[in-house]
DNA sequence: ACTTCAAGATACAGATCTGTATCTGAAAAC
DNA sequence: GTTTTCAGATACAGATCTGTATCTTGAAGT
């Protein structure tokens, strides 16, 4: 199939920003050159420096859209018939690529730290879906009493829910993928019967 | 004062681990060259080499030293008469430099995930940081029965301390150096309390 | 079909980094 | 006090990486 001159650069573009993704999981960001990005998607430097002012502006670009990617996640999962269900079903769709993918998102999270200007992005994920868990708690609780503000409950089950995923990379054998719903389960669970109580 | 040969080849190895720690911190654990440590150490490129192999070897050096640290840390707070006070001082201890403390441990587990040879102290650590907290759990609940096995309430823990820790280094200003040992106790509490229930 | 234009390849200059090989000066040994 | 030894500095060769400048080729426009 012939594409047209825009949909070939469009295309070029992705591939860098893939094989980038790929190699920073791999050897982290600052252990990818940019020769080795081109190569990767099969191209030379000379695209590279086409479609991305350096190295730095591609990272911006890539953040920006894996931060997008999570952020349609996270509503498509909210907005599921059975949202449990269905981040069960995220947990153990990701559960091959989980190494390769948190691994990303860490070394993303570690740059973003470190360059003042693209550090608003990071905030602003942290936030969406931080803000997503506190409504899905006051929905929980509506009408009973939570034992705590919702959220810093709410704040609780975000940080978990990282942590844990962090221990399934470090443990992949000994940590089932469904770990993370269990443990949140558990923790709705005791919280509404203390509610309760 | 006069330093024996073995004193100063100590101190240059000490100063150049430092040096190190600081440098991962600040542009990750490849983003930092043998030369830039070796003169933020206040040496030259051959003592470097004169104490380390190369870089890789002063990084698996590092891990080993931080992870013995955090262990006898762990032990240290364990043993406190008040363990919960003595948990909550030294978050407050580290919020100074958490930012950094934590960045390097991420960029240490990063490297370690990556490098099979060192891959096995990282585990080591998580897994008796694990098994303190399960201890600390059976103690907590002698006679009472917990709402799950705890090795899976001791894991919830553990990583929410870690995700928790994350959060306050993204958002130093909007969670308190407490959050850490709130969160902790207020789940320890509804557990409890469902127990009873 | 012929011209124009731009995506991507190639070539080049400069910077940086690594690792080794050699040198120097001060502590240790006698 | 002289000799030996070794920690750390200096010098060097090779590799790699970045960014720009120029070239080539195929799509777009007429």
Redesign the pocket.
């Known amino acids: 199939m ?1 594409l ?2 825009e949909q ?2 469009a ?2 573009r992705e591939r860098l920003l893939a094989a980038a993704a790929e190699l920073f999981a791999e050897r982290g960001v600052n252990g990818a ?4 990005i ?1 190569e990767r998607a099969g ?5 590279f ?3 991305f002012e ?2 730095h502006q591609l990272v911006g670009e890539l953040l920006r859209q894996r931060t997008l990617r999570e952020l349609e996640e996270v509503t498509v999962l909210q907005e599921a018939e059975n949202p449990w269900e269905a981040v069960r079903e995220w947990n153990r769709a990701r559960a091959d690529h989980l190494t390769e993918w948190l691994t990303l998102r860490t070394e993303l999270m570690l740059y973003a730290l470190r360059n003042e200007e693209i550090r608003p992005q990071l905030a602003e994920r942290e936030t969406i879906a931080r803000d997503a868990h506190t409504r899905t708690i006051e929905r929980a609780f509506a009408g009973k009493k939570p034992p705590a503000d919702p959220a810093f409950l709410a704040l609780i089950v975000h940080a978990l829910e990282d942590g844990l995923l962090v221990q399934r990379m470090l443990f992949p054998d000994e940590i089932a993928d469904d770990v993370v719903v269990d443990a949140v389960e558990l923790l709705m669970r005791t919280w509404t019967r203390s509610a309760e109580g």
Do not use: L
């Not at 050159?33 to 080795?36: F, K, T």
């Not at 191209?43 to 695209?47: D, N, P």
């Open positions: 012939r047209t001159r070939s650069r295309q070029t050159s940019v020769e080795q081109a191209y030379t430097r000379g695209a420096y086409g479609n350096d190295k």
